[in-house]
């Protein structure tokens, strides 16, 4: 299936470029606010963004993350109003879209909707954090049958067999979790990252996109010595963070992404 999410890393590929994903959680501080904070991303370089559904127990993401989530939900984010948000993205950009979360406010929503939904406003792709590969029978099906990519994750501690079957039953990438822990920025990566990916980008098909804990240039660039992409998240929503609804946070953030993207071309 040739997706907005494999033709990105097809271009990137044959321009001798590392992709970079950016993530941002739906809703924080406020829709209108978020959709700057998403566009400003788009327009300096990222070339996928994450979109985070906001969740009360999101058991993977650290503090940074989880206060997103908190102040989306105090704002009345839900899943209606991301796929809202999407929409609203859309009028104005075509940067891939993969919809990031936990299974439990995707199941309320009712997965068939979603996915017909989903694929309805924009969105290319969906990754479900806390749903095992022996459980992706529950939405992966669905997910593909409405076109989207099934974005699989592993962990460092996935192990080398789990991994190339996780990739092989995903599409678009696959997220590879650099450290274990919880998401958060880091002012270093672990000195084994660069064998493993280099190992892992060895058994699998899919593009190979290295995130959690990435919060520089310097960080990004080394992520991705044996990968196509970096993701960068917390230090993303840590922008948002300090800044909320004033017009300089998207401003800030563009220049920081600009300056990681500045690193990866």
Known sequence: MSSRISETFARLKAGGEKGLVVYLTAGDPTPAASLEYLKAAAD?????????????DPTADGPTI?????????GG???HR?????????????TPIVLFGYYNPLFRYGIPALCRDARKVGVDGILVVDLPVEEWGEMAPQVREAGLDWIPLAAPT????????????????????SVTGITGTRTALPPEVASWTRQVRRTIRLPLAVGFGISSPQMAKGAVAHADAAIVGSACVKIVER???????PRELHRFVASIKKALR
């Open 77 to 79: 984010m839900t899943v």
């Open 44 to 56: 300096a370089g990222a070339d996928i963004l994450e979109v985070g559904v906001p969740f009360s």
């Open 243 to 249: 800044h909320g609804a004033k017009a300089e946070g």
């Open 66 to 74: 989880q206060a997103a989530s908190q102040r989306a939900l105090e």
């Open 82 to 94: 991301v796929l809202d948000l999407v929409a609203g993205f859309r009028k104005t950009h075509k």
């Open 158 to 177: 996935s192990g080398a067999e789990r991994i190339r079957r996780i990739a092989e039953a995903g599409s678009g990438f696959l997220y590879l979790i």
